[in-house]
């Protein structure tokens, strides 16, 4: 007979995972300098968008634990890859707009920019290799 798991259990091994990797990258210094630039307000985020040809922005919030779980991702990614990322906090002033215009309703959401233009987006939690394949692409 085969068991099969109810998906509330799922959702708790899956939390429990995150925080698990949260923790352990907690105990580990990034190599490198971080190159991602942290925006709150929508004219800065407008700003970089037209002044760079590609862009990747990760769109996240402080309480959200997916986005602090992808956090030591982006980070790699950015000091060992020539990727310009942008991190925008959902509750900062005017971002709504921003958040309506690239259709983003979770977190994290990643959008890749391309000429000011959205090019692709994805959402929630992603390996490295997921995520570097989804800028790369």
């Known amino acids: 007979t085969s068991r099969?798991?109810?998906?509330?259990?799922?959702?708790?091994?899956?939390?429990?995972l995150v925080l698990c990797v949260m923790l352990l990258y907690q105990q580990i210094e990034p190599v490198g300098q971080m190159s991602i630039k942290t925006i709150s307000d929508i004219k800065s985020l407008r700003q970089e968008i037209s002044t760079s040809q590609d862009i990747i922005?990760?769109?996240?919030?402080?309480?959200?634990?997916?986005?602090?779980?992808?956090a030591p991702i982006v980070e790699d990614i950015a000091n060992t890859?020539?990727?310009?990322?942008?991190?925008?906090?959902?509750?900062?002033?005017?971002?709504?707009?921003i958040l309506r215009e690239y259709h983003v309703s979770s977190v994290p959401t990643f959008v890749k920019i391309r000429g000011g233009e959205k090019t692709a987006s994805i959402v929630g939690t992603h390996s490295k290799g997921k995520l570097l394949e989804f800028i790369t692409g």
Request: glycine residues 6%; contains cysteine; hydrophobic residues 40%.
């Open 57 to 70: 922005v990760k769109f996240g919030a402080d309480w959200c634990m997916p986005c602090k779980a992808m």
């Open 4 to 16: 099969t798991i109810s998906f509330p259990r799922i959702s708790e091994i899956l939390n429990c």
């Open 81 to 97: 890859h020539n990727v310009n990322i942008v991190s925008v906090d959902i509750e900062g002033e005017g971002i709504e707009e």
